[in-house]
């Protein structure tokens, strides 16, 4: 499945912003999906996932109530909402796919063998 991120920009701490990630192909059904992140200097990290159907996601403790991700199955889309953002969320995002059917997503990106192009959020203080 090939991957499109868009949705990012500059924002102010406290703000809000909506990620989405569209896939081509008809078997985005069939992967488990998530979004990471990748700050300047550092490792890509986890940031949230959703099982193939919806039913399961997950997210990194350090957005747990303030990002939601979702997807719709029959519009080939992925997307995280971020809200109370923090300046600590800047960073590029990363939309990506596991071909596997992982309950609950799996956080590790080594997993995930389709990527977006990566969308740049950051928040000014």
């Known amino acids: 499945v090939q991957l499109q991120a868009s949705g990012g920009g500059l924002v102010q701490a406290g703000g809000s912003l909506r990620l989405s990630c569209a896939a081509s192909?008809?078997?985005?059904?069939?992967?488990?999906m998530a979004w990471f992140r990748q700050a300047p200097g550092k490792e890509r990290q986890f940031v949230a996932g959703?099982?193939?159907?919806?039913?399961?996601?997950i997210y990194a403790d350090s957005v747990k109530g303030r990002f939601t991700i979702s997807r719709d199955n029959a519009e080939n889309t992925v997307t995280l909402q971020m809200n109370s953002l923090r300046p600590e969320d800047t960073a590029i995002y990363y939309c990506?796919?596991?071909?596997?059917?992982?309950?609950?997503?799996?956080?590790?990106?080594?997993?995930?063998?389709?990527w977006g192009q990566g969308t740049l959020v950051t928040v000014s203080s």
């Open positions: 192909g008809h078997t985005f059904g069939t992967y488990t």
């Open positions: 959703i099982s193939r159907g919806g039913r399961h996601s």
């Open positions: 990506a796919g596991d071909s596997a059917p992982a309950i609950p997503p799996r956080t590790d990106p080594r997993f995930y063998d389709s």
